[in-house]
T-cell receptor, first 115, second 111 residues
């Protein structure tokens, strides 16, 4: 099945700086890579996603890049703000034949943006 | 549009008791998932389903069971509760390669 590794586990930045979170996956048939934000005590919510036919996607201050050859993808947050502080999870949806199309999450990154 | 509805929100169980966590979605999604999240940790997949009548084990299925008799409902059964099952449980649903919508979570404590 799919295995997703996420780094770093904690990240502290100053307001206005950029933050980068990286993930690797194991199933070469995986083709959908979402990122979720989870605020304390709340449910995870999708912030951006990318599919295997796209190398990069941007939505205002958030961007995701995908390198299918190397099997890794990254989340980039620019001009960070205190409200960006949360736990961020990457995920990969495995190939139907290899991982049963299940959505597997990384371990999460606790991002803290210091004012 | 309610999205994904989980019940109950909180529950305290005694060791050895059983219970069912309910999950219902009204978006006609094929895929449904059950995850558990221990404090400060990530989301571990317990069971998932790609359609009515089809279920499969995730990473941590031991001590749990599921059924998917309809597209809308995906209950999670805990048999013989153990302290190790103390966790927050999230149900989610999605289309293939689509956004997963999560329920509000069930905070379960086994004492």
């Amino acid at each position: 099945g799919e295995n997703v590794e996420q780094h770093p586990s904690t990240l502290s930045v100053q307001e206005g700086d950029s933050a980068v979170i990286k993930c690797t996956y194991s199933d070469s048939a995986s083709n959908y890579f979402p990122w979720y934000k989870q605020e304390l005590g709340k449910r995870p919510q999708l912030i951006i996603d990318i599919r295997s036919n796209v190398g990069e996607k941007k939505d205002q201050r958030i961007a995701v890049t995908l390198n299918k050859t190397a099997k890794h993808f990254s989340l980039h947050i620019t001009e960070t703000q205190p409200e960006d502080s949360a736990v961020y999870f990457c995920a990969a949806e495995g190939g139907k034949e290899t991982s049963g199309s299940r959505l597997t999450f990384g371990e999460g990154t606790q991002l803290t943006v210091n004012p | 549009n309610a999205g994904v509805t989980q019940t109950p929100k909180f529950r305290i169980l005694k060791i050895g008791q059983s219970m069912t966590l309910q999950c219902a979605q009204d978006m006609n999604h094929n895929y449904m998932y059950w995850y558990r999240q221990d404090p400060g940790m990530g989301l571990k997949l317990i069971y998932y389903s790609v359609g009515a009548g089809i279920t499969d084990k995730g990473e941590v299925p031991n001590g749990y069971n599921v059924s998917r008799s309809t597209t809308e409902d995906f209950p999670l059964r805990l048999e013989l509760a153990a302290p190790s099952q103390t966790s927050v449980y999230f149900c989610a649903s999605s289309w293939p390669q689509g956004e997963a919508f999560f329920g509000q979570g069930t905070r379960l404590t086994v004492v």
